[in-house]
């Protein structure tokens, strides 16, 4: 499998999981290839969709607010999927 193919399929994981989830802005991270189990890693950020009500409750606007960080493994053979984990960022020194 080519890195793009599994960025794509990461992504679409990404979408089915949370397809009952307000998400958006998907967006590439990290991708890593672990050799000694024949996987990609590639870690996958997404917003969350909250609204925001203004001062008058006509004007409901979009606010993403929190991101996510979602680690997704696959097979490199195939493709298939085989786990998906929480990826936390710390702050930079």
């Given at each position: 499998?080519?890195?793009?193919?599994?960025?794509?399929?990461?992504?679409?994981?990404?979408?089915?999981?949370?397809?009952?989830?307000?998400?958006?802005?998907?967006?590439?991270?990290?991708?890593?290839?672990?050799?000694?189990?024949?996987?990609?890693?590639?870690?996958?950020?997404?917003?969350?969709?909250?609204t925001k009500r203004l001062e008058f409750p006509a004007e409901v606007q979009p606010d993403w607010t929190k991101?996510?960080?979602?680690?997704?493994?696959?097979?490199?053979?195939?493709?298939?999927?085989?786990?998906?984990?929480?990826?936390?960022?710390?702050?930079?020194?």
């Open positions: 499998m080519e890195r793009i193919e599994a960025v794509r399929s990461a992504k679409q994981v990404i979408k089915e999981v949370f397809a009952d989830e307000r998400i958006g802005q998907i967006r590439l991270e990290e991708i890593d290839f672990d050799a000694d189990r024949d996987e990609w890693l590639i870690t996958v950020g997404f917003a969350h969709r909250a991101r996510s960080y979602k680690v997704v493994r696959l097979k490199d053979e195939d493709g298939e999927f085989v786990g998906m984990r929480d990826r936390f960022l710390t702050p930079a020194p």
